[in-house]
């Protein structure tokens, strides 16, 4: 395996454990999305497909719920 294959799946890694150390939900799924990104990179490089769905089902999630996120905090309340 070359040095870039395994420096994607070393900053998957390290992206992920920064991830879970996050307590507001938004910026877990900003890292934890930064981490599938690099998962899927390292999934091609390797070629190994059920990495390579797992990590893009979790970006489409994380960019689900960030956009909902988002929509939420741009809700002005009814009085």
Same mark, same amino acid.
């Given at each position: 395996?070359?040095?870039?294959?395994?420096?994607?799946?070393?900053?998957?890694?390290?992206?992920?454990?920064?991830?879970?150390?996050?307590?507001?939900?938004?910026?877990?799924?900003?890292?934890?999305? +930064?981490?599938?990104?690099?998962?899927?990179?390292?999934? &091609? &490089?390797?070629?190994?497909? %059920?990495? +390579? +769905?797992?990590?893009?089902? &979790?970006?489409?999630?994380?960019?689900?719920?960030?956009?909902?996120?988002?929509?939420?905090?741009?809700? +002005? %309340?009814? %009085?």
């Amino acid at each position: 395996m070359n040095w870039v294959a395994e420096t994607m799946g070393y900053l998957a890694i390290v992206a992920g454990f920064y991830a879970i150390s996050k307590k507001d939900m938004a910026k877990f799924r900003v890292w934890h999305l +930064i981490s599938s990104v690099f998962y899927t990179l390292y999934g &091609f &490089f390797l070629m190994s497909f %059920p990495l +390579i +769905i797992a990590s893009v089902v &979790f970006c489409v999630i994380h960019v689900y719920h960030l956009r909902k996120l988002r929509l939420e905090k741009v809700k +002005i %309340p009814n %009085p």
